[in-house]
């Protein structure tokens, strides 16, 4: 859905769906690690109409290059080079999963660069046992395995900088869990929402695929959050 485009941020391509008006407020969209741009069509209609969407694929995902370097950070720094790119100075973000690790870092580290922030089914970057990394699947996938290895032992154990920065973020944030049936640390979650100064949490019992698997309800959440005359 939308225009495909590629842009270069320090060497890497970085392709990206671009849809809705020009002129309209920019919103910028990250995936789910193994996904791409593309997992938000089902929410995008009726997310946020009259807005220029912009749907990334993070490095090694989807259509965007592969460089055999990953991490949150480099992701991070994609991300606004990408806005840099495109000459916007400031952007709404929306960040699944992985992606929502990446937002709230761009969030802290350039909280001017962005307005609104809304992270689905993300936790406070807390240690946690180290999850297994399964093996390379035989059949072919739409992202680098690699980035696996690279972003699990991240997340399990988190740069102790990451925790103490959210309080840095400056845009009002919603958070969106996905309740019981995730995955996640649904008390992760809500703590998430707390240390973030404008923060506010919202359940969507649908498990950790709160956009994919609860599409009505999802928008129903975000759309009035994201809607320059609705709260903040």
């Known amino acids: ?18 849809s809705g008006p020009v002129g309209g407020p920019p919103l910028v969209l990250l995936h789910a690690l193994g996904e791409r741009g593309s997992d938000w069509d089902g929410v995008l209609p ?41 000459g916007l100075d400031q952007v709404d973000l929306v960040g699944h999963s992985m992606g929502g690790v990446v937002a709230y870092l761009v969030a802290q580290e350039w909280p001017e660069r962005v307005g609104r922030l809304v992270l689905e089914d993300v936790p406070a970057p807390r240690p946690r046992p180290a999850s297994v990394v399964a093996e390379e699947p035989d059949e072919p996938v739409d992202f680098d395995w690699a980035v696996v290895k690279a972003v699990k032992g991240q997340i399990d154990r988190p740069d102790p900088r990451w925790l103490a920065r959210l309080s840095a973020i400056t845009a009002p944030t919603l958070v969106v869990a996905g309740g019981p049936d995730s995955h996640v640390s649904q008390a992760g979650v809500a703590e998430l929402a707390r240390l973030v100064a404008d923060g506010r949490l919202v359940t969507v019992e649908a498990g950790h695929l709160v956009h994919a698997t609860r599409p009505a309800e999802f928008i129903a959440a975000v759309k009035p959050f994201l809607d320059p005359a609705g709260p903040g």
């Open 1 to 18: 859905m939308g225009d495909r485009r590629v842009v270069e941020v320090a060497g890497v391509a970085l392709a990206y769906r671009e």
């Open 46 to 86: 009726g997310l946020a109409p009259g807005h220029r969407v912009l749907a990334l694929d993070l490095r090694g995902h989807g259509d965007s290059g592969r460089p055999g370097r990953y991490g949150l950070e480099a992701m991070r720094d994609d991300v606004v080079g990408f806005l840099d790119a495109l």
